[in-house]
């Protein structure tokens, strides 16, 4: 599989790529140069040219990249075209605001239930999807496909059910409650903490304008 | 100012220090030393004494740090105490979730405005703000202090938007769309693109379990 040689800093770079071509393509443009990327996504173009001849490439001296090909070669190393199945547990602001976002269906990942403890959230629907109680995640994780688990749960409650989804075969966690979590299992996590971007942004701007 | 001094990489992880001692004070603990920020955090605790160092520290032999003082002191740091006034543009489904979501607040955030350009959606309320139209967004801005633009909005609007509210004197821009933003003006940037890390994560899972 030739993605595994492809280095983690590059990985981390191809949804950036990949976000671009999305928006080439929408505009009709077929075919772009290193030049151009680099101009536009503010990567310099030997940097542009190292991380894509790392999956063989596709570009020609004098004619640059087809968009398409790119786009979907890209798509291919990150595993778009592949399924994964997700569940939204904690239905709050972002846990509703993610289970409403459209653009995770076109990349492949698919919202198929939302959980809460809140009686009054229970029952609602989301989404088309009745959010369901939380006593009944361990059912419906025994029953149905499951990948990735999105935490959208307070602190103190991460610890216990990142492990209780681990323990039922739950393999991906995506982690948008405070706390960092590293658990012990063979799962694999991505960790999400907007109110840290955030300050790290205040920060940048009292330290340069000196508020 | 003692700040100047602190790397960006401290600065970065400070708003996870300050997660974590959050929690702590929660749990009504008062003290905590740097093995068992080390445990609980997953950072090596030599990483931890020479990150709280850089800003005088408030560890002592034996004791540990006073919780309560390291919480209010990366705080400060991280101009927490300050009030950032910010408005959102574009009330689509992350808008609608970073309007409504109260954790801003405590740390100075205050949103005081939500615009759209959708005729729907413009004068529903949300979170008790109505939502305006964009057409009133520079006359809005030049009638109120407006320090942050947190922008919600599709690629092709981003660079636009970007420039027409940093000529108007927004000193930051907490970006959620897809562009990486990189504008030639006095603004600092934050982009936050989640499904960039949702892609990472498919990806990471797809590596490690050879789906």
Not at 17 to 26: G, Q, S, T, V
Not at 52 to 72: I, K, M, R, T, W
Not at 177 to 187: A, E, R
Request: charged letters at 20%; a positive charge.
């Amino acid at each position: 599989m030739a993605s595994k040689k492809i280095s983690m800093a590059v990985i981390k770079r191809l949804p950036r790529y990949h976000r671009f071509l999305d928006y080439l393509l929408e505009l009709g443009i077929k075919r772009v140069s290193s030049k151009e990327l680099s101009t536009r996504m503010g990567i310099t173009a030997s940097q542009i040219r190292q991380d894509l001849n790392c999956f063989g490439g596709f570009g020609q001296q004098g004619y640059g990249y087809n968009v398409e090909s790119l786009f979907s070669e890209i798509g291919n190393i990150l595993g778009i075209n592949k399924t994964f199945y997700a569940i939204i547990i904690g239905a709050g602001n972002m846990g509703r605001a993610l289970a409403n976002y459209g653009n995770f269906d076109k990349r492949g990942f698919n919202i198929i239930g939302v959980f809460d403890v809140n009686p009054e959230v229970i029952g609602k629907k989301i989404n088309n999807m009745e959010v369901m109680s939380l006593n009944n995640l361990d059912e419906f994780i025994l029953q149905n496909k499951v990948d990735i688990a999105v935490l959208c749960i307070p602190y103190k409650e991460t610890a216990s059910i990142a492990d209780r989804v681990a323990k039922l075969g739950v393999k991906g966690l995506w982690n948008f409650s405070p706390m960092d979590l590293k658990i012990p299992y063979d799962v694999v996590v991505e960790n999400v903490h907007l109110s840290d971007s955030l300050m790290v942004l205040g920060y940048k701007m009292n330290d340069r304008f000196e508020r």
